[in-house]
């Protein structure tokens, strides 16, 4: 972990020019604060990821029920456009201060690029609850795109990757976002930007990169749209 900010516990094999707020397990630091040191590292034990496989193949049908769109999905500039659920068999890129908003849970077979101030939102009738964009591919959120959930307080959008590379979701350049998740590969975050949550196999963090966990946020309520919903009730930092 290297010139990085993380508000509560950090386990880390090294800590180079960043800020903990509570506890820092590392082997070794250098120019690093915390609020109390231990030589830990990183610790030998696993937990089970919130979300279940079968959970995330619900998701993908939910997403397939709205219909199949083939090929890649792209939206630049002054386009915008209200979609979802869905199935893109390709890409997706919101990209040049385009917006996408999202009426259901989307499902992309390829890659997701949101960058350069695009936005990506949850539709307002999502009320209090959040809602998910799962890729098969790599998830690249940078340069100033915003990603939200409806604007009520409780709602949150999640990417979700279940690529397995070690970079299956990267985030970088002033990005602003709610959660992201890989249920088998590793998520990269750099370079100033702002996260409410993050759940991978593999985190690594630097340059300046922040994740701010929110209290309450375990009872996210996650729903595919109208009519049904998912409770992440066991989803909370583990200190």
């Not at 890409?91 to 499902?107: C, D």
């Not at 997701?112 to 959040?130: F, H, M, P, W």
Request: proline fraction near 3%.
């Amino acid at each position: 972990m290297s010139n990085a900010s993380v508000g509560q516990d950090a386990y880390v094999h090294s800590c180079v020019n960043s800020s903990v707020g509570a506890t820092l397990h590392a082997a070794t630091q250098s120019g690093c604060t915390f609020g109390s040191l231990t030589s830990s590292g990183l610790p030998i034990l696993s937990a089970p990821l919130p979300i279940t496989q079968a959970q995330i193949d619900q998701w993908k049908q939910d997403a397939l029920a709205g219909g199949v769109i083939s090929g890649n999905y792209d939206l630049s500039g002054t386009q915008s456009a209200t979609l979802g659920p869905k199935k893109i068999q390709g890409s997706l890129t919101v990209q040049n201060f385009a917006q996408l908003t999202l009426a259901g849970t989307l499902w992309v077979t390829g890659n997701i690029e949101v960058k350069n101030s695009a936005q990506v939102r949850l539709d307002a009738s999502y009320g209090t609850l959040s809602g998910v964009i799962v890729s098969d591919g790599e998830i690249t959120l940078q340069n100033s795109s915003v990603s939200s959930g409806s604007g009520q307080a409780g709602s949150y959008l999640m990417y979700l990757s279940v690529s397995s590379l070690p970079g299956a979701i990267e985030i970088k350049n002033n990005a602003i976002l709610d959660i992201v998740y890989t249920s088998q590969g590793g998520i990269e975050i750099k370079n100033n930007l702002q996260l409410k949550e993050a759940t991978g196999y593999s985190i690594h963090l630097k340059n300046n990169a922040t994740i701010t966990y929110e209290s309450g946020f375990q009872d996210a309520r996650f729903t595919s749209g109208p009519g049904a919903s998912f409770e992440l009730s066991s989803w909370k930092e583990i200190e």
